[in-house]
């Protein structure tokens, strides 16, 4: 029991360890990707509106 117990300890403080780790993203970075997708939104609207205009 004490062996499933250290091995228990031992697992949960890697797992803690490495999710503890990772980058996160502050504020400019958000917006910088709010940015990107938006113009890649409205770059796929206009390929649409493009074909759209092209069937016709």
């Not at 360890?17 to 980058?23: G, K, Y």
């Not at 958000?30 to 509106?49: H, L, N």
């Amino acid at each position: 029991m004490k062996k499933f117990s250290y091995l228990f300890i031992a697992l949960f403080s890697l797992s803690l360890m490495t999710t503890s780790c990772r980058e996160q993203k502050d504020t400019g970075d958000k917006i910088e990707d709010a940015i990107d997708d938006t113009g890649d939104a409205i770059e796929d609207a206009a390929d649409d509106v493009e074909d759209a205009v092209d069937d016709n």
